[in-house]
Nanobody
Framework: QVQLVESGGGLVQAGGSLRLSCAAS????????MGWLRQTPGKERAFVAGVDWSSGSARYADSVQDRFTISRDNVKNTNYLQMNSLKPEDTAVYYC?????????????????WGQGTQVTVSS
């Protein structure tokens, strides 16, 4: 029902910035949260950031709390993840995810909709 398309990934030097976007198509429910989770080879997906669509409240993983900012554009049905002060440890495939929930969740299994993923590589 909800389709998610990510963009904005790429290669950047350590200390640089990138902005990821995730556009949702289809009819979004009244209760809706969107987030970003990332995955490196050999590891499971881990929560990075999320936003409640109604209130705009945001939640972040401790590792990105002071460097990443997630925001939403209700008109465009798009969320943005602004990533600053990037580190090589941030290198991963970043997935946009969404759920028909009224709270921001962190476990991958709680999300029902997924994008295709976009590669972020930070060189040292």
């Amino acid at each position: 029902q909800v389709q998610l398309v990510e963009s904005g990934g790429g290669l950047v030097q350590a200390g640089g910035s990138l902005r990821l976007s995730c556009a949702a198509s289809g009819r979004t429910p009244s209760r809706f949260v969107m987030g970003w989770l990332r995955q490196t080879p050999g590891k499971e997906r881990a929560f990075v950031a999320g936003v409640d669509w109604s209130s705009g409240s945001a939640r972040y993983a401790d590792s990105v709390q002071d460097r990443f900012t997630i925001s939403r554009d209700n008109v465009k049905n798009t969320n943005y993840l602004q990533m600053n002060s990037l580190k090589p440890e941030d290198t991963a495939v970043y997935y946009c995810a969404a759920a028909n929930l009224g709270l921001i969740v962190t476990r991958p299994g709680h999300y029902g909709y997924w994008g295709q993923g976009t590669q972020v590589t930070v060189s040292s």
